[in-house]
């Protein structure tokens, strides 16, 4: 059985900043500190990408350990911390909590088929995950700035979560960009 000293690369401490990210994201969510959660949400992607890109330039090892890690911190950063911002900014009725469990789920079910059926060359089967983390705070900072009505901000939102949802398991091919 191998140790964790020899386990974990370089990449995998930025996949752990990336967690911090989405974990602090969560506190400053449930604490009321939106904008600081949104910020940190959005850090998110920065860390999931050059996590990829520190891996690739050191000629990782240990791929299977790296890739359960960064599916762990995927569904983290980019389905349960969302979630919790979503819960942050005002969608705390049942309909609406059942919509950020279902989206929890579809990120779920979304990473555990990409770790089975992988990637055809150059495009994803499905809304890549990650695309939350973009998404969501942009959304958010946008509809602040514009001064949109809460009730339309957490209609928004809520269609989001719903159509994130849909996209992430859906069979639809989405061209592998980066």
Same mark, same amino acid.
């Given at each position: 059985?191998?140790?964790?000293?020899? /386990?974990?690369?370089?990449?995998?401490?930025?996949?752990?900043?990336?967690?911090?990210?989405?974990?602090?994201?969560?506190?400053?969510? /449930?604490?009321?500190? /939106?904008?600081?959660?949104?910020?940190?949400?959005? #850090? &998110?992607?920065?860390?999931?990408?050059?996590?990829?890109?520190?891996?690739?330039?050191?000629?990782?090892?240990?791929?299977a350990f790296g890739g359960e890690l960064d599916n762990l911190s995927d569904i983290l950063s980019f389905g349960v911390a969302p979630a919790f *911002?979503?819960?942050?900014?005002?969608?705390?009725?049942? *309909?609406?909590?059942?919509?950020?469990?279902?989206?929890?789920? &579809?990120? *779920?079910?979304? #990473?555990?088929?990409?770790?089975?059926?992988?990637?055809?060359?150059?495009?994803?089967?499905?809304?890549?995950?990650?695309?939350?983390?973009?998404?969501?705070?942009?959304?958010?900072?946008?509809?602040?700035?514009?001064?949109?009505?809460?009730?339309?901000?957490?209609?928004?939102?809520?269609?989001?979560?719903? #159509?994130?949802?849909? #996209?992430?398991?859906?069979?639809?091919?989405?061209?592998?960009?980066?």
């Open positions: 059985m191998k140790s964790f000293r020899e /386990l974990i690369e370089l990449p995998d401490f930025v996949t752990l900043t990336g967690v911090v990210s989405g974990l602090l994201s969560i506190f400053f969510s /449930l604490a009321g500190k /939106l904008d600081i959660a949104a910020i940190l949400l959005f #850090l &998110c992607p920065a860390f999931d990408w050059l996590d990829g890109r520190v891996a690739k330039f050191i000629q990782r090892k240990e791929k *911002l979503g819960y942050g900014l005002g969608l705390r009725f049942p *309909l609406s909590i059942m919509v950020l469990i279902i989206f929890i789920l &579809c990120g *779920l079910l979304r #990473l555990a088929r990409f770790r089975v059926v992988g990637i055809e060359e150059g495009y994803y089967q499905g809304m890549t995950i990650p695309t939350n983390g973009y998404v969501l705070p942009v959304a958010y900072f946008v509809m602040k700035f514009l001064l949109v009505p809460q009730a339309w901000q957490l209609n928004t939102l809520l269609a989001w979560y719903l #159509l994130s949802s849909m #996209l992430m398991i859906s069979s639809i091919r989405w061209k592998k960009i980066i």
